[in-house]
Nanobody, 117 residues
Framework: VQLQASGGGLVQAGGSLRLTCTASGIAFSGATMGWYRQAPGKQRELVATVTSRGMTNYADSVKARFIISRDNAKNTVYLQMNKLKPEDAAVYFC????????????WGQGTLVTVSS
């Protein structure tokens, strides 16, 4: 299983970035996909998830600014991040949860987002 995340970088506050995560080795269409982030000295936290049926869930801190979406034909999940704030700066991780008799959790390698004020 491989989750390849990309799209991080340096952006000014108020700007936008789009993160991309391409999965291989899993039944992508049946997986719940998500993005988490971890800032220095802080715990990893949920940013957004999208289920196999397209239901989305967002952290309160990113609602109305971030949009998670998926393309099952491309085994890819996206995170469109708008109106970025300095507090959004973190390493963003792609996550996949698959249910096959039990839960399997997979993580990508992370992509760094830096927001300058």
């Amino acid at each position: 299983v491989q989750l390849q995340a990309s799209g991080g970088g340096l952006v000014q506050a108020g700007g936008s970035l789009r993160l991309t995560c391409t999965a291989s080795g899993i039944a992508f269409s049946g997986a719940t996909m998500g993005w988490y982030r971890q800032a220095p000295g802080k715990q990893r936290e949920l940013v957004a998830t999208v289920t196999s049926r397209g239901m989305t869930n967002y952290a309160d801190s990113v609602k109305a600014r971030f949009i998670i979406s998926r393309d099952n034909a491309k085994n890819t999940v996206y995170l469109q991040m708008n109106k970025l704030k300095p507090e959004d700066a973190a390493v963003y991780f792609c996550h996949a949860r698959v249910y096959i008799l039990r839960v399997y959790d997979y993580w990508g390698q992370g992509t760094l987002v830096t927001v300058s004020s």
